[in-house]
């Protein structure tokens, strides 16, 4: 059981660039979750996803776009990409996205924007 | 909103109990308080999740108060491995936007030998 990937592990990237940072989830969960983290500042939402064909943002959405085209999939675009999304990137994920419940984690992607 | 604040980090040794308090003042009435535990190069793993009053589980305990501004983590005798960061997330009620999860800036703790 893979639980959640995401792809690719890092990358570095030029500013201006394109970038979609995959994420997918085996686990069959209504809910999926972007989150960035920085040092000295945690993790912060970037975007979320209730259920398949429905999304909204978060904490943090400017310069990010995501999709949800399936349960499985949520993928998050950079579409010009800026040196101040230069972070990590986390996927999650929880079963209905109610109640607080406990929400699962990938093992992140590295992104360093030049 | 529900912002939350937390020490940034801790220093314990081995065996000893660990309490780390997260600030959230503007807590909502349905919003759950909720820990996780991250190792480096790894996401946040659960720890352990309340609403009001104690909460125990086999790796921790959280205390609520009444008001509900604050909540602690506690974690019994502690060993080098659970060297980590901790993050306190408030949100998630039933019937809020999943928009409203908010986590702490993360409590640093060493345990040394």
């Known amino acids: 059981i893979a639980g959640i990937t995401q792809a690719p592990t890092s990358q570095i990237l030029a500013a201006g660039r394109r970038m979609t940072l995959r994420c997918t989830q085996d686990?069959?969960?209504?809910?999926m979750y972007w989150y960035r983290q920085d040092l000295g500042l945690g993790l912060r939402l970037i975007h979320y996803?209730?259920?398949?064909?429905?999304?909204g943002k978060g904490e943090v959405p400017d310069g990010y776009s995501v999709s949800r085209a399936n349960t499985d999939d949520f993928p998050l675009t950079l579409a010009s990409a800026v040196p101040s999304q230069t972070s990590v990137y986390f996927c999650?994920?929880?079963?209905?996205?109610?109640?607080?419940?406990?929400?699962?984690f990938g093992p992140g992607t590295r992104l360093t924007v030049l | 909103l529900a912002k939350t604040t937390q020490p940034i980090s801790m220093d314990s040794y081995e065996g000893q109990e660990v309490n780390i308090t997260c600030s959230h003042n503007?807590?909502?009435?349905?919003?759950?308080i909720t820990w996780y535990q991250q190792f480096p190069s790894q996401g946040p793993r659960f720890i352990i999740q309340?609403?009001?009053t104690k909460v125990t589980n086999e790796v921790a305990s959280l205390f609520i108060p009444a008001d509900r501004k604050s909540s602690t983590l506690s974690l019994p005798r502690v060993s080098l491995s659970d060297t980590a960061v901790y993050y306190c997330?408030?949100?998630?009620?039933?019937?809020?936007?999943?928009?409203?999860?908010?986590f702490g800036r993360g409590t640093q703790l060493t345990v040394w030998p």
């Open positions: 999650a994920s929880s079963d209905s996205g109610g109640g607080g419940e406990e929400q699962f």
């Open positions: 686990m069959r969960h209504n809910a």
């Open positions: 996803s209730n259920t398949a064909g429905t999304t």
């Open positions: 503007n807590i909502a009435t349905n919003d759950y």
């Open positions: 309340g609403y009001k």
């Open positions: 997330l408030v949100g998630g009620g039933r019937g809020s936007t999943l928009g409203r999860l908010y």
